[in-house]
């Protein structure tokens, strides 16, 4: 069974996250991959849904996300010893940490795209020091870009945005919407979720 190593930059309540759990628990009940979830901070909240869905979970531990070095060298660690066939990040550092690891191991990546970070109305918002600080986290993101081997993006505004943000090819990008189980969403009174909400 081929075994894929998700990095994310945490196991935090964020929708990359709890996509990442219902997609990974899905394959691996299947059959068809195994999956390995590292994240680069702790502590992490859905770190016990992840273990109750049979999904290995291992901490990288990194005082900060974005401490790159460190970050490579201990995924370069993880590697070595899980020997995965693919490695699947998501969110910014995650990509960065994970983006060069692969290169170094020379094992495939695949990127999820889960949001238009350098649109302009994000940068027009910012102080001239953030904007600045944004170009930096830009190039380091299309930089690393180059080293995917595909890219996921959940919409095709995003398959655009990462055509020019990022520099990257439209054919190595697949949209692939994001799916929820329905039997999660079960039809009921409006009124009674407004009262669950505490909205009126």
Do not use: C
């Not at 590292?38 to 974005?66: K, M, N």
């Not at 995924?75 to 960065?96: E, G, K, Y």
């Not at 943000?165 to 079960?186: K, Q």
């Amino acid at each position: 069974m081929p075994r894929v190593l998700y990095v994310l930059e945490s196991l935090g309540m964020g929708g990359t996250e709890q996509s990442v759990l219902e997609i990974a628990g899905r394959l691996r009940a299947q059959g068809t991959v195994e999956p390995v979830v590292a994240y680069l901070t702790s502590p992490s909240p859905l770190a016990s849904r992840y273990r109750a869905a049979g999904i290995q979970t291992i901490p990288l531990a990194l005082h900060h996300p974005y401490r790159f070095a460190q970050g490579v060298e201990r995924l370069l660690r993880l590697m070595r010893a899980q020997r995965p066939d693919l490695i699947h990040t998501a969110t910014f550092a995650a990509n960065v940490a994970g983006r060069t690891a692969g290169r170094l191991a020379q094992i495939p990546v695949v990127s999820s795209v889960v949001g238009d970070t350098y649109a302009a109305v994000y940068r027009e918002k910012k102080t001239p020091l953030a904007r600045a600080k944004h170009q930096v986290v830009q190039a380091l993101d299309r930089s690393t870009a180059r080293w995917v081997r595909r890219f996921a993006a959940n919409s095709h505004a995003l398959a655009a945005s990462t055509v020019r943000d990022l520099g990257v090819g439209a054919d190595r990008i697949e949209v692939i919407h994001r799916g929820r189980d329905p039997e999660l969403f079960v039809p009921g009174d409006a009124s009674m979720a407004r009262v669950r909400l505490g909205a009126r």
